[in-house]
């Protein structure tokens, strides 16, 4: 039986994930949209809409995912008022409303399966497992000096160099928790190196993890580049090209000094567990390093309140939270 497994794209910013959302995307089986901003907040705002075993109140949850300025739903391109009505007739679920959402994407591409990518969700693994149980999460690693330049060019960026390190790192550090705690086949890294290299070996591996058969069209995403990427993101320009390894080790020419200096003293375990060669960069400032740590502490304990809310909160969900639209999905509902 083929999967239908939700796949979600996780990783640093700037370190790839647009490509190989391209990549899933371009296989016949499975739809990854661009990004959207429903997933994560919506879970956080679940007591708003009530209990959803009624139908009303599910009908509410999909006017917010298709109405609100903030979920990008526009990006999808699906009809809201039909959406709406198939999450209010779905299952009385918080992660059922959500698949819909995305398996509509993946029909209207005539796909079978769907995935979601966005960086960020790799703060948020367990959330949403809670979400979706059977999910599959690949975790795209890069150069974090590479990562760092990338970022600190960026429009949307407005944090300075000594984030994006924390940023990186951070990264990393919770992807050596998932690899740990997830089962072998819910978790799956690879290098962008990798796969700009040997993007038919590398996409080869990785559709044998998501039980999928490696097709041709995956090693030229660029041909799917015009429809799953907005055109006003245009830090996306480059995945309208082949694939290369042109902005492998970039670093050296993106970034100051200082900020290597920087990047190879907070990070030097990190980017030497993953095949990264250090440059002998002279050790950083003290007070560079100290800007290191005090913005990984600010994100830490912001995280630590909210993941402490949210614990809290399980004490009282309002209804059922759990997708229940996939075949193991509906297996586990089975056995309860």
């Not at 002998?280 to 390093?289: C, N, S, T, W």
């Amino acid at each position: 039986m083929q999967s239908d497994r939700p796949i979600f794209v996780i990783g640093c910013p700037r370190s790839g994930t647009t490509m190989l959302q391209l990549m899933l995307h371009s296989h016949p089986r499975i739809a990854v949209p661009p990004e959207t901003r429903f997933l994560v907040p919506g879970y956080y705002r679940r007591f708003v809409f009530g209990d959803l075993r009624e139908q009303g109140n599910r009908r509410r949850l999909g006017r917010w995912i298709v109405s609100d300025k903030d979920t990008k739903f526009k990006e999808l391109k699906l009809d809201g008022e039909e959406l709406i009505e198939n999450i209010a007739a779905g299952p009385p679920t918080l992660g059922s409303a959500m698949g819909i959402t995305f398996r509509s994407y993946a029909e209207q591409h005539s796909k079978s399966r769907w995935g979601d990518k966005r960086p960020s969700y790799f703060h948020h693994v367990d959330l949403l497992l809670r979400l979706f149980p059977d999910a599959q999460f690949v975790h795209l690693i890069r150069d974090g000096r590479d990562c760092v330049a990338s970022l600190k060019e960026m429009p949307w960026y407005t944090k300075d160099v000594f984030h994006a390190v924390t940023n990186w790192a951070e990264a990393i550090d919770y992807g050596r928790r998932h690899a740990k705690n997830l089962p072998a086949d819910s978790y799956y890294e690879l290098r962008y190196e990798d796969l700009t290299a040997y993007p038919e070996t590398e996409l080869g591996k990785l559709c044998d993890f998501l039980g999928e058969d490696y097709d041709p069209a995956m090693s030229e995403p660029q041909h799917v580049a015009r429809v799953a990427i907005p055109e006003h993101k245009v830090w996306h320009q480059n995945t309208h090209g082949d694939v290369t390894t042109a902005r492998s080790g970039s670093w050296k020419s993106r970034l100051e000094p200082w900020e290597v200096s920087v990047c190879e003293t907070v990070l030097a375990e990190r980017l030497t567990a993953n095949g990264y060669e250090l440059s002998g960069a002279p050790k950083a400032a003290k007070e560079h390093v100290e800007a290191c740590e005090n913005a990984a502490s600010k994100r830490r304990w912001a995280r630590r309140r909210k993941e402490f809310r949210d614990r809290l909160n399980r004490f009282r969900e309002p209804s059922p939270v759990a997708a229940q639209l996939t075949t193991r999905q509906l297996g586990e509902l089975a056995k309860v």
